[in-house]
């Protein structure tokens, strides 16, 4: 419109000029070039007004939003397997001839240790052996005194018939007693030493020259290591589960896996208050921890050990309580209970649902047998 106003005044101009006088060339031009420059001035600056105004606001895009599915529950085919139900225990390797030395005299100090960890023995030598100075000398003293009580029992006797028949009597009791008392003394004194009691190796050793001993107290264990065995502990629940003839697999620590058959099971005992095989903390006199013995342990038999297996090598053993070949079985998560009625939701052909009422069996920590309800090939519903 501003130009349009410019070009109309303009033109006014040149009329009257034309009804006038004629204007001159040179002016006539110049008006034309300060006319075109005044309209191209008018137009840069709408344009650049145009350009400082607000930009509109872009339609903002929203995000697509996609409903939520409902998760599907998986579903699992009914299939055969041979199913085993196993219990397992840890031990260690043991010889089958080992023995845990110990004193039965209380409160005397190791005189001597000839032994150490890794020493061969032969059956009667001397290991060790306590302080008993103190007793030795009681036992020289009362020695001489019976000495004294032997002259004195020949005088009784030579007067046995002057004498009272009680009097008599409790002399020779009163003699009897001290000779009793030398051969008591002389026993307690023997208990000061300990023998190996057959050959072999010295694999433990407890005490230190010097020290203060305990009655029942552990010394050393001497075991013949030529003859290993795969000993173990197991929960007494567990325990109840096995038999002797189980097939059973034992991992030896750094050896591999061996199988065999369940040999022995432990002795019963009083001290097993939690019932597994080993000691586990049963203690012996004076609260001493009781010694180890092959006995107290769930016995695997294994044929042949690995070449590198040695004594005290930790193990764990599982055995198979049951074992069913052609199980019809389930995953552990499809099968339902409500109340006492067990049952799983069996998918049809047409992706239908309907209960049925199953019949279960043995059942492991991922499968459960199922003996009556569902054949191999259906579908059941998980949880």
């Known amino acids: 419109m501003f130009t349009k106003w410019w070009t109309e005044n303009l033109s006014s101009r040149r009329n009257e000029r034309q009804d006038g006088q004629l204007a001159p060339n040179h002016m006539r031009s110049r008006w034309g070039r300060m006319a075109a420059a005044s309209v191209l001035a008018v137009s840069l600056a709408v344009t650049s007004g145009c350009a400082l105004l607000p930009k509109e606001e872009e339609e903002e895009v929203l995000p697509e939003i996609t409903p939520p599915q409902i998760s599907k529950k998986p579903e699992y085919e009914v299939t055969t397997t041979t199913l085993e139900s196993r219990v397992q225990g840890t031990g260690k390797l043991m010889s089958m001839q080992e023995e845990t030395l110990y004193f039965t005299l209380d409160g005397m100090r190791l005189k001597a240790l000839n032994v150490k960890p890794g020493d061969q023995v032969k059956a009667g030598q001397l290991i060790a052996e306590l302080d008993v100075e103190e007793m030795q000398k009681q036992l020289r003293q009362k020695r001489l005194q019976f000495r004294k009580a032997e002259v004195t029992m020949k005088e009784t006797l030579r007067k046995r018939d002057e004498m009272e028949a009680i009097e008599f009597e409790e002399a020779v009791i009163l003699f009897e007693e001290q000779r009793q008392e030398i051969v008591d003394l002389e026993a307690e004194i023997a208990k000061s030493t300990l023998t190996a009691p057959f050959s072999g190796t010295v694999v433990q050793v407890n005490v230190e020259k010097g020290a203060q001993i305990k009655s029942y107290d552990p010394i050393c264990i001497i075991a ?160």
Do not use: H, W
Request: aromatic share 2%; glycine share 12%.
């Open 224 to 383: 013949d290591t030529s003859s290993l065995i795969v000993a173990a502990s197991l929960s007494k629940d567990d325990l109840s589960k096995v038999t002797i003839g189980m097939p059973a697999v034992v991992e030896i620590s750094g050896s591999g896996k061996v199988e065999g058959k369940v040999k022995q099971l432990p002795v019963p005992s009083t001290d097993n208050k939690n019932g597994n095989g080993g000691q586990n903390g049963g203690s012996g006199g004076n609260g001493a921890q009781k010694p180890e013995r092959p006995e107290d342990f769930l016995i695997v038999d294994v044929g042949k050990l690995p070449k590198d297996a040695v004594r005290g090598t930790n193990l764990t053993v599982s055995i198979v309580t049951k074992r069913k070949e052609n199980a019809v079985v389930i995953p552990v998560s499809a099968l339902r209970t409500i109340g006492a009625r067990t049952y799983v939701q069996v998918v049809e052909n047409d992706g239908s649902k309907r209960e049925v009422d199953v019949a279960v069996g043995q059942q492991t920590s991922t499968q459960v047998e199922i003996l009556e309800g569902l054949t191999p090939g259906q579908k059941v519903v998980g949880r």
